[in-house]
């Protein structure tokens, strides 16, 4: 007998959850602290119906204009969704990004820091704003180095403005993430942040034992990506 395709990606996003809570358990940490950001990226609307019935809010996705396509319709269903932007973010698709997302993860560099300060005035929008780190110093990967994110954080805050509440990093793939996601952890901790995002389908579990309050996890709930 073969499995209904939705009932299969549900599964999985229960089997998910439990490992997010029991990671978090063995972590001596309460479950409540860890937040699933379900990563719906590529997938089109009908695929991420199933994981909005089976009461999941809280998605993440990389392309602004991707996003504009998919949630607005899904949102008047599910007014109550989250959506995390965790993709690299132009310039020029800041006030659309401002009206879609409710975080962006992914402030990166001063000159979004000040078109962010510049565009948030003209709404109402106040989405939370995460620091981008490249902690692999990798120069592919977007992020601020390691090294200058302290005095990128203070002139987010102190020049433009913009509460900076949390830090989201994406470790090298060939590299053992743990150091990574402790490394953002410390530059949190002196810079009076609470909220870590770190962790993908991989290695959630180890992120969540180096106190991640945010798990992005895509290919473990909705399979692999085309
Ligand atoms: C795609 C993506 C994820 C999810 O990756 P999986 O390995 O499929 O869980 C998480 N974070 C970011 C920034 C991504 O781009």
Redesign the pocket.
Known sequence: MTEAPESSVVARLVAVREAVARSAVDAERDPATVTLVA?S?TFDAPDIVPVLEASQRVF?E?RVQESKDKWPGLRETYPDVELHL??PLQSNKVREALQIFDVIETVDRESLAAELAKEMPKTDRRPALYVQVNTGEEEQKAGIAPAEADAFIRRCREVHGLAITGLMC?PPADEPPSPHFALLSKIAARNGIAVLSMG???DFEEAIQLGATHV?????IFGV?G
Do not use: F, P
């Not at 992005?216 to 473990?220: I, K, P």
């Open positions: 990563v990226k993440g990389n965790i993709g994406i993908m389908s991989a992005r996890v895509g290919s473990a990506r």
